[in-house]
């Protein structure tokens, strides 16, 4: 265990914020692995320390950049994005910093944490009344929807460029190009598996297309809501659920290639908010519920079809954003 004495890697000058996004500790969960008696290894990349608190960072920086390289986005020109909330701080942290505009388009049924977020960032607000029938704190397929509509809508109105984190392939190459590069190399190469809770798929889709790239034989394990896994053929019974971020019930996700999966988990409410907690009382891992998804399913895999595997798995953002829920409570 380091102590004062123990010589550190001290983090070089920036001049940017955005300079600060990626690069992000892997941590080995040696805690859970062993007081849960598992077989394997448990290696959480932790995008929540990304200025943002989120993975979304990696995004919302490629997507800019990228079209500003292209044209499709010109000097000073208005953003808008649909988000549940991590790629729309991304978002404002980047626009910010590069004199853009930013509107963040997002579902009242998303935490009010974020919504404060990325106005303090800088980001212009337009909350969308859920679906009829909808209960706060869990967005479902419906109220994306209704988001998507007020997005478009607003494109138009003010010229804007759409950073549409569910089709720009950017949104994927930042994990490919970035995320899974990172991985393979914190984790000496050891990497059998990923796991990774499904929002627009990029994430999954960009981290397994690098992994295996380098290793063909690694495996790649989709995660849903219970209740609401249409990846894995089944039927949605219950399209109301706390993971924010994901689970929509979407079988169109232009961003994810099935044929790179290896299986489809399902994860119960009561399994993530226990695992999510396990990780911040065992690890000192503060993160929120798409998190405590990824880690119910790496020890499920643990457990069963992975025993003795080393499975890599993201920290997506931070639990601060969850403080009005009943997540820590």
Same mark, same amino acid.
């Given at each position: 265990?380091?102590?004062?004495?123990?010589?550190?890697?001290?983090?070089?000058?920036?001049?940017?914020?955005?300079?600060?996004?990626?690069?992000?500790?892997?941590?080995?969960?040696?805690?859970?692995?062993?007081?849960?008696?598992?077989?394997?290894? $448990?290696?959480?990349?932790?995008?929540?320390?990304?200025?943002?608190?989120?993975?979304?960072?990696?995004?919302?920086?490629?997507?800019?950049?990228?079209?500003?390289?292209?044209?499709?986005?010109?000097?000073?020109?208005?953003?808008?994005?649909?988000?549940?909330?991590?790629?729309?701080?991304?978002?404002?942290?980047?626009?910010?910093?590069?004199?853009?505009?930013?509107?963040?388009?997002?579902?009242?049924?998303?935490?009010?944490?974020?919504?404060?977020?990325?106005?303090?960032?800088?980001?212009?607000?337009?909350?969308?009344?859920?679906?009829?029938?909808?209960?706060?704190?869990?967005?479902?397929?419906?109220?994306?929807?209704?988001?998507?509509?007020?997005?478009?809508?607003?494109?138009?109105?003010?010229?804007?460029?759409?950073?549409?984190?569910?089709?720009?392939?950017?949104?994927?190459?930042?994990?490919?190009?970035?995320?899974?590069?990172?991985?393979?190399?914190?984790?000496?190469?050891?990497?059998?598996?990923?796991?990774?809770?499904?929002?627009?798929?990029?994430?999954?889709?960009?981290?397994?297309?690098?992994?295996?790239?380098?290793?063909?034989?690694?495996?790649?394990?989709?995660?849903?809501?219970?209740?609401?896994?249409?990846?894995?053929?089944?039927?949605?019974?219950?399209?109301?659920?706390?993971?924010?971020?994901?689970?929509?019930?979407?079988?169109?996700?232009?961003?994810?290639?099935?044929?790179?999966?290896?299986?489809?988990?399902?994860?119960?409410?009561?399994?993530?908010?226990?695992?999510?907690?396990? $990780?911040?009382?065992?690890?000192?891992?503060?993160?929120?519920?798409?998190?405590?998804?990824?880690?119910?399913?790496?020890?499920?895999?643990?457990?069963?079809?992975?025993?003795?595997?080393?499975?890599?798995?993201?920290?997506?953002?931070?639990?601060?954003?969850?403080?009005?829920?009943?997540?820590?409570?």
């Amino acid at each position: 265990m380091a102590d004062s004495k123990t010589s550190r890697r001290i983090p070089h000058l920036v001049h940017s914020i955005t300079e600060t996004i990626g690069a992000t500790p892997l941590l080995e969960l040696h805690r859970i692995v062993d007081r849960q008696d598992l077989d394997g290894r $448990l290696l959480l990349k932790l995008d929540y320390l990304n200025p943002g608190f989120s993975k979304k960072d990696r995004v919302a920086l490629a997507m800019v950049q990228e079209a500003r390289r292209d044209g499709s986005l010109q000097p000073g020109q208005t953003v808008v994005e649909l988000t549940s909330g991590n790629t729309g701080t991304g978002l404002a942290i980047v626009c910010r910093s590069l004199d853009h505009p930013f509107v963040a388009v997002i579902s009242r049924g998303n935490t009010v944490e974020r919504s404060r977020m990325m106005q303090a960032l800088g980001a212009e607000i337009v909350l969308v009344d859920q679906a009829e029938g909808s209960p706060p704190g869990q967005v479902s397929g419906e109220d994306l929807a209704l988001v998507a509509e007020a997005a478009d809508r607003i494109v138009v109105e003010r010229d804007a460029f759409r950073a549409d984190q569910f089709e720009l392939s950017s949104s994927a190459n930042a994990h490919e190009y970035t995320t899974g590069p990172e991985i393979w190399e914190q984790s000496g190469g050891t990497v059998d598996a990923f796991v990774n809770f499904v929002g627009s798929g990029g994430n999954l889709s960009g981290v397994t297309t690098y992994l295996q790239s380098v290793k063909p034989e690694v495996r790649s394990y989709a995660v849903e809501p219970a209740g609401a896994a249409v990846l894995a053929g089944q039927t949605v019974t219950k399209p109301n659920h706390p993971i924010q971020g994901g689970g929509y019930s979407m079988t169109d996700l232009t961003l994810l290639d099935i044929t790179t999966i290896s299986g489809f988990l399902q994860v119960t409410d009561k399994q993530v908010i226990e695992a999510t907690r396990l $990780l911040a009382f065992e690890e000192g891992v503060f993160a929120g519920f798409s998190t405590g998804a990824n880690l119910a399913a790496a020890i499920e895999l643990l457990q069963g079809d992975e025993a003795g595997s080393t499975i890599a798995l993201m920290a997506c953002d931070s639990g601060l954003k969850y403080l009005s829920t009943d997540l820590y409570s």
